[in-house]
């Protein structure tokens, strides 16, 4: 079975500020990891994802994210937050089978404070 | 260019009755994805076609009803609406094969009944 948790439900960072969103999976198999962001009022935009070609992924808007098997982690960060990046995150899990079986985190919703 | 597109965005309606949601992608891709987001933001896989055959067909009550005529169409039949529908579905595409593909959304439809 496989699933993700995304620790904390919401975050507030000040502008200009670190942003780091957790997610945590459970794969019994090596898993392809993905960041998606929504913003207000529209559909989920891919911002990153990890498919075993290198730990470290970047991602659009300066965001990046590190695979880690230890600690079975794929957290997004950001250097600098902007204004701009208030939005709803997920963090996504899938396995590589036939049925394209794509398994999304709960979300965690990203204020940033003028 | 939309690539993949929904319709309608809103649909406001009455308890018991009957409605479609329509969706196109045009993305040549042969998987796609009917997702329900409830008021927390959660998003829950409904069904997952691909090439026109039911793949995935999650725990959702048969007054759903999924249709795809093509490989570039997935429409969502609803049949008897209750309160407990009221929610943003999205559709969504991807290749098939490999885990590594992401998914790509829709701008959503959100559906209200009265």
């Known amino acids: 079975a496989q699933s993700v948790t995304q620790l904390g439900s919401h975050v507030s960072v000040s502008e200009g500020a670190l942003v780091l969103l957790r997610c945590n999976y459970s794969s019994s198999v090596p898993p392809y990891l993905f960041w998606y962001v929504q913003y207000p009022n529209q559909g989920l935009q891919l911002l990153l994802k990890y498919t075993s070609a290198a730990t470290l992924v970047k991602g659009i808007n300066g965001f990046e994210a590190e695979f880690k098997k230890s600690e079975t982690s794929f957290h997004l960060t950001k250097p600098s937050a902007h204004m701009s990046d208030a939005a709803e995150y997920f963090c996504?899990?899938?396995?590589?089978?036939?049925?394209?079986?794509?398994?999304f985190g709960a979300g965690t919703r990203l204020t940033v404070k003028p | 260019d939309t690539a993949v597109s929904q319709t309608p965005k809103y649909l406001v309606t009455q308890m018991g009755n009957d409605k479609s949601i329509k969706c196109e992608q045009n993305?040549?891709?042969?998987?796609m994805y009917w997702y329900k987001q409830d008021s927390k933001k959660f998003l829950k896989i409904m069904f997952s076609?691909?090439?026109?055959?039911?793949?995935i067909n999650e725990t959702v009550p048969n007054r759903f009803s999924p249709k795809s005529p093509d490989k570039a169409h997935l429409n969502l039949h609803i049949n008897s609406l209750e309160l407990g529908d009221s929610a943003v579905y999205f559709c969504a595409s991807s290749q098939a094969g490999g885990g590594y593909n992401e998914q790509f959304f829709g701008p959503g439809t959100r559906l209200t009944v009265l």
């Open positions: 076609y691909n090439n026109k055959e039911l793949i």
């Open positions: 993305l040549g891709h042969d998987t």
């Open positions: 996504a899990v899938r396995l590589n089978r036939g049925n394209n079986d794509m398994r």
